[in-house]
């Protein structure tokens, strides 16, 4: 069975600091997804950001990139110049490609961007 | 904008006493979700939907349904709400199974 693993509960970064969140992962599947959820104190739950196993580049979107090691199993998310707005809740998520395709969850970052 | 809708965002209602969550979607996605998100936890998925086939979690309890009348709509029944249902329940869809989910805003169950 899949696990995913965040091992920070909470975090806090100055604005405009970067800051990395860690997220890691178990399977024996190769051919799998990863997603970065972010959920605001709003509760609206925003995909961030998504990683596909067989794609070696790290997945980018604005401030927000991963470094994704394959071999590690390991899946972090970096938030460049941090910003008030980015004060959420953050989820670590794993999609198996082949049967069982449903999400599997970290328990999730808390993150307090602090001005 | 194309987007996951909830209704209603937030509900009350009465031990025991059945209630109906409402989720639309414009996307066209041909899969649907319905989790259960209680405070500080991540979501838990309740069941979903590809097209019209329904998938059922086999720990979700038989006190909660749902139903799909067509691609846009979904509802959650709960038929017999009890204190511990009280949490906030997320609809999600994706265009296929293997697919990143989106979202709605979620609707907040009180059960008093």
């Known amino acids: 069975a899949q696990t995913v693993t965040q091992s920070q509960p909470e975090m806090s970064v100055q604005e405009a600091e970067t800051v990395t969140l860690s997220c890691t992962y178990d399977t024996s599947e190769s051919n799998y997804y990863l997603f970065w959820y972010k959920q605001p104190p709003s509760r609206q739950m925003i995909l961030v950001i998504r990683?596909?196993?067989?794609k070696q580049q790290n997945a980018t979107e604005n401030r927000f990139s991963v470094n994704f090691q394959k071999a590690a199993k390991s899946f972090s998310l970096k938030i460049s110049d941090s910003q008030l707005g980015d004060t959420a809740m953050y989820f670590c998520?794993?999609?198996?490609?082949?049967?069982?395709?449903?999400?599997?969850w970290g328990l999730g970052t808390s993150l307090a961007v602090n001005p | 904008d194309a987007m996951v809708i909830q209704n209603p965002r937030y509900q009350v209602t009465q031990f025991g006493k059945p209630v109906t969550l409402s989720c639309s979607q414009t996307?066209?996605?041909?899969?649907m979700y319905w989790y259960q998100q209680k405070s500080s936890q991540a979501p838990k998925l309740l069941f979903h939907y590809y097209d019209k086939d329904f998938n059922n979690e086999a720990d979700t309890p038989d006190n909660f349904q749902s139903r799909r009348p067509n691609t846009s709509f979904c509802f959650l029944d709960i038929r017999s709400p009890g204190l511990g249902d009280a949490a906030m329940y997320l609809c999600?869809?994706?265009?296929?199974?293997?697919?990143?989910?989106?979202f709605g805003p979620g609707t907040r169950l009180t059960v008093l």
């Open positions: 999600a869809t994706s265009r296929a199974e293997g697919a990143e989910q989106f």
């Open positions: 990683q596909e196993a067989y």
């Open positions: 996307l066209n996605h041909n899969v």
């Open positions: 998520a794993f999609l198996n490609a082949g049967n069982n395709r449903k999400l599997i």
